[in-house]
């Protein structure tokens, strides 16, 4: 006998299942710093869990508190374990672990700049917490693996951005305008107006730009398209109608966006589990606050 054909999962269902995967925990309170986003993550099995990365418009912090290392490989096939940092188009990103237990904080790119430093080195990669924070990130994971809850937890990483942030250097105003009006416009900006509106020559915002959020305008323009793509596709819509809708000139664009930033058909990163826990842990995206 054929073994049975299992009839594909509709966008709801597939959420439900990847969800189900997690206990998944977010601050009780607003936050100090506008522009982070945090949620804690326990997995609720032991077996192995491998989970592919899609980019996001957010530099992504994941403290690992649990008992083995989560190992994570990126896309030119480095490797790092415990806990790292992931750069804003780090496409081809994976990562694996079992019994994992970590808190995830995501930064918009004008608080990533103060909190980790400039960000042009992160932005298509991996890195350790420690390569960047030194031993003050040792001290910090303790503290949170000793908190006897997850609003401790999230109290004690709070603490420590704040610090940074206080301490970093913030991005110049111009930058933190180009960026918002990105965010608000979700992509569909024109670089020359937006240099023209803020007083630079287009070269000089494309410098500027690109030292301290880490991607060119035009490139930081397309991934926020790309994460209100993704999320539609994720959604149950069609890639016809999200191409018409987002922003893109046909189907065959968004394809090539997808594929780009993600490494994925549109049809695999409708089906992401990645995406399906967006909307218990991420309610309130980081980067729709530009400051």
Known sequence: MRPAVRPA???????????????????????????????????????????????????????????????????????????????????????????????????????????????????????????????????????LRAAGSWDDRFAIAEAALVRRYEAGRAVEPEVAFVWGQMVTNLGGVRIEPLAAEVGWSRKRLWSRFRAQIGLHPKRAAQLVRFDHAAHRLAAGHTASRVAAEVGYVDQSHLHRDVMAFAG????????????????????????????
Not at 67 to 90: H, K, M, W
Not at 273 to 280: F, H, Y
Not at 286 to 291: Q, R
Request: charged content about 20%.
């Open 9 to 143: 999962m509709r966008p709801a269902e597939r959420a439900h299942d990847a969800a189900s995967m997690w206990d998944i925990t977010t601050p009780s309170r607003r936050g100090r710093l506008p522009g982070v986003s945090m949620a804690g993550f326990r997995a609720r099995t032991t077996d192995l869990v491998d989970l592919g990365v899609v980019p996001y418009p957010a530099v992504t912090v994941a403290v690992d508190l649990g008992d083995e290392p989560i190992v994570v490989d990126d896309f030119s096939g480095g490797q790092r374990s415990g806990s790292v940092v992931v750069g804003l188009a780090s496409g081809g990103v994976r990562g694996r672990g079992r019994g994992i237990e970590c808190l995830q904080m995501r930064l918009s790119p004008p608080v990533a700049h103060a909190v980790l430093g400039p960000c042009a080195e992160l932005s298509t990669t991996v890195v350790s917490l420690e390569d960047l924070w030194g031993r003050a990130a040792a001290r910090t994971q303790e503290q």
């Open 264 to 291: 994925v058909t549109p049809t695999a990163v409708a089906a992401a589990p990645w995406l399906a826990v967006d909307d218990v842990a991420w309610a309130a995206p980081a980067y729709l606050s530009t400051s």
